[in-house]
């Protein structure tokens, strides 16, 4: 009877019963991989409308921008920043030993490297706004409604009107659409920074009338608009996160850090003689390429 049991019993459901033991396996057996793996492929299972050709491109793009690759340069553009800002401002303010003559602010070739600085400055500003313009427009697009297929953009419903536990996504929808604006508005003010750099490209003519006044209202603009939309979005994510209880959401910015931090803590109470107590998420689920 066994065997022809065995026999009446086609290979597909062998192959279903391997999966459900996969899908029922305890997230502790399996790796972070192997479980965004097995998520990503009930998810786009499961979706419907299925995936249009322009949000396969939207995917692979900002998969290719969240990649090892453009997060190494975001590092390096980053210490690259730090650097030639420090070398803008004590141009500056004179804090420098190339010239002196008529003045510390106004002499070459200190005129030549301060203008250097600022354009090389710009630049990097301009690569940030590039890279963080495809995120930018796809939440737009998913905001406003404006994507095909349309997708369900209520709150707690990812780009894709999937549930998620993105702390982004349950941002009530005008707020998400306010920062999203006002970031954007960063974007095209840098790239119009950027524009009035390459017509007024020297030193005289970014410091004389009208080049002074284009180049330095745009550059001004684009660190206003980022430093108000950075701002909103952590007052308004932090804020969530206290109204919920911990674990609710993927790890935010201070949930990456708080391993380190506890880490930290832990070496100096065991130098102090203190026993330290494990911290309940250490290093729970971390995964730097979610955020």
Not at 77 to 99: E, K
Not at 127 to 152: D, E, L, T, Y
Request: glycine share 6%; charged share 20%; net charge negative.
């Amino acid at each position: 009877m066994a065997s022809n049991n065995d026999e009446e019993n086609p290979e597909g459901e062998v192959e279903v019963k391997q999966e459900e033991e996969v899908l029922k396996r305890e997230p502790s057996t399996m790796s972070l991989a192997e479980e965004l793996k097995i998520e990503e492929e009930v998810y786009v299972y499961e979706l419907y409308p299925p995936m249009s050709g322009g949000e396969h491109f939207r995917d692979g793009l900002l998969r290719r921008l969240d990649s090892q690759f453009f997060q190494l340069i975001g590092i390096i553009v980053l210490f690259l920043v730090i650097v030639d800002g420090a070398f803008f401002f004590f141009l500056l303010v004179g804090a420098q030993g190339m010239c002196t003559e008529p003045s510390r602010t106004d002499c070459d070739p200190r005129n030549w490297w301060y203008n250097f600085s600022v354009q090389f400055l710009n630049g990097l500003f301009t690569w940030m706004a590039i890279v963080s313009m495809p995120w930018r427009c796809a939440n737009w697009m998913h905001i406003a409604c404006w994507g095909c297929p349309h997708r369900n953009n209520q709150v707690g419903r990812d780009l894709y009107g999937v549930r998620s536990e993105d702390s982004w996504f349950h941002l009530p929808l005008r707020k998400r659409g306010g920062i999203i604006i006002v970031l954007l508005l960063n974007c095209l003010a840098q790239f119009a920074n950027q524009i009035t750099r390459f017509i007024y490209s020297d030193f005289d003519s970014q410091n004389e009338f009208p080049g002074n006044i284009w180049t330095n209202v745009f550059f001004a603009s684009s660190f206003i608009f980022a430093f108000i939309g950075a701002c909103w979005l952590v007052y308004e994510e932090t804020q969530l996160r206290k109204a919920h209880p911990p674990g609710t959401f993927t790890p935010g910015l201070l949930e990456i850090a708080e391993p380190y931090i506890c880490c930290c803590k832990k070496k100096r109470d065991e130098v102090a003689g203190v026993e330290a107590e494990p911290h309940p998420h250490y290093f729970e689920h971390f995964d730097l390429t979610r955020h």
